[in-house]
């Protein structure tokens, strides 16, 4: 069954470097999305991205954060500067279409921590 | 703003009972949809149902089922027989169909569920 995966599953990097996760959607799907979630607290929606361009984004998105599908299989999300509170499980989601009742697809997440 | 509120942080249930999870969530928008994802200690985000909202019957998938009350604004999901493999954090997530590409899911603090030999 075609999955979405994730690499690194854990990436620690220090304060003010930058970090690419990567994420490798399902391949007829059109939709894609990151999500955070801070230890203990809610998974946040971050951004969503269609059609080679960012559809919708959060006030967490903010210009430390850059999102591309370089080819067409992965889909990053750059951060230039990390933060101390940075440090969370990022995921990525695709979804074959935008409708609702088209399931987002998961990934299995990477935890970033940053010292 | 949207919003959805679990207010049961920790649950547990005995092997081959019947749990129920509860969530609340806050919209001025008619037309939406409510998800019960599954996290297991894998961390991996499953979805276990999924709910319209202009559909006045209850979602059932399996052992799984929800209880919709559309003007209570109540999204509770009941797990009958309940397995070890049910042990997990359960979200609960809304989503608005709105104009455009716009699909973000919005998250409820989640629910730890321990299930008990």
């Known amino acids: 069954e075609p999955e979405v995966t994730q690499t690194p599953s854990h990436q620690v990097t220090q304060m003010g470097q930058e ?5 490798v959607p399902i391949s007829n799907h059109l939709y894609f999305y990151w999500y955070r979630q801070i230890l203990g607290q809610k998974v946040e929606f971050l951004v969503s991205f269609y059609n080679n361009e960012i559809s919708e984004k959060s006030e967490i998105f903010d210009d430390q954060f850059s999102v591309e599908r370089p080819d067409g299989s992965n889909f ?3 951060i230039r500067s ?3 509170e940075d440090s969370a ?4 989601a695709s979804s074959e279409e935008g409708g609702p009742s088209n399931e987002q697809f998961f990934g299995p997440g990477t935890r970033l921590t940053v010292l | 703003a949207q919003t959805v509120t679990q ?3 920790e649950m547990s249930v005995q092997e081959a009972e019947t749990v129920t999870l509860s969530c609340t969530y806050d919209t001025s928008e008619s037309n939406y949809y409510l998800f019960w994802y599954k996290q297991p200690p894998s961390r991996q985000m499953i979805l276990v149902i999924r709910q319209e909202a ?8 399996n052992r799984f089922s929800v209880n919709f009350q559309k003007a209570a604004k109540s999204f509770s999901l009941k797990i009958s027989d309940s397995q070890l493999g049910d042990t997990a954090m359960y979200f609960c997530a809304f989503m608005t169909p709105l104009a455009g590409n716009n699909r973000k899911l919005i998250w409820g603090l989640g629910t730890s569920l321990a299930v008990n030999p």
Do not use: G
């Open chain 1, 19 to 23: 970090v690419i996760l990567r994420c």
């Open chain 1, 76 to 78: 990053t999300l750059k």
């Open chain 1, 82 to 84: 990390t933060k101390l």
């Open chain 1, 89 to 92: 499980m990022y995921f990525c």
């Open chain 2, 7 to 9: 207010s049961q942080p």
């Open chain 2, 54 to 61: 202009y559909k006045q019957q209850n979602a059932t998938e």
